[in-house]
């Protein structure tokens, strides 16, 4: 679905603006990056997930706990190869790996990381575990715990096999985690544009932005009307 600037070209886009892009200033990325064989200290005030307050706090509070779950439930992950980053852009993903594309790799078929490091060098092998800022604000820490077990069978099966999905193996190491397979997507849309004439849904957004204060200036590009935009109770 795209929508049109009533009236006017926009962005030099002449006008027409995908519906499911950011009709607003680029938000900058903002992340701290952490590898494993740094020292990032909690403070004494600092030493449950409750009083987690900064980035620092919440990738030192979940190496911490990631560390707990590889010696204590035998998850065969070396956090050495894994980096750390907190996201504030990420609205719906909880967390995510980060990791390189090995076109030849298949869960199931362990991979021969001697073999690649010959031909693609030793850091192939690192990814990056990104943890989303308003996750951690949104989940309380039996959910948080979840997650990151989550996301260390992803690096488990990236670190044998070279890649990852949410497949049959991943639901056995899931189940013997206690983790869910798909983790919750914390956040819903706070509004919501559609086209006045057909009532079809041409845009969702989570937070406030030059498309909602600006909605009236924009049609459908369905039947060429106006938007209605409508902000979700709760929200």
Not at 26 to 33: A, E
Not at 72 to 81: G, T
Request: aromatic share 8%; hydrophobic share 35%.
């Amino acid at each position: 679905m795209t929508l049109t600037r009533v009236g006017s070209s926009a962005d030099g886009m002449n006008g027409h603006l995908s519906g499911t892009e950011p009709l607003m200033r680029r938000v900058v990325r903002q992340w701290i990056t952490v590898t494993d064989g740094e020292d990032v200290p909690i403070s004494p005030t600092q030493t449950t997930f409750d009083h987690v307050s900064t980035h620092t706090d919440l990738v030192a509070w979940s190496r911490r706990y990631a560390r707990q779950v590889v010696d204590r439930d035998d998850v065969a992950v070396d956090l050495s190869l894994v980096d750390w980053e907190v996201s504030t852009r990420a609205k719906r993903r909880a967390a995510a790996v980060k990791r390189p594309r090995i076109p030849e790799a298949a869960v199931g078929t362990p991979l021969s990381w001697s073999d690649l490091d010959a031909t693609r060098g030793a850091s192939v092998r690192r990814c990056t575990v990104s943890l989303t800022w308003a996750a951690a604000e949104a989940f309380d820490v039996d959910e948080w715990r979840a997650t990151l077990r989550h996301e260390l069978i992803h690096v488990e099966q990236f670190q044998r096999f070279g890649t990852t999905n949410h497949g049959p193996e991943f639901e056995r190491r899931a189940d013997a985690l206690d983790t869910p397979v798909r983790c919750r997507r914390f956040a819903t849309p706070k509004f919501v544009l559609s086209c006045t004439a057909c009532e079809a849904t041409v845009a969702r957004r989570y937070r406030e932005c030059s498309l909602v204060r600006e909605y009236e200036d924009y049609q459908s590009s369905c039947c060429e009307a106006a938007l209605r935009c409508r902000r979700l109770k709760n929200q």
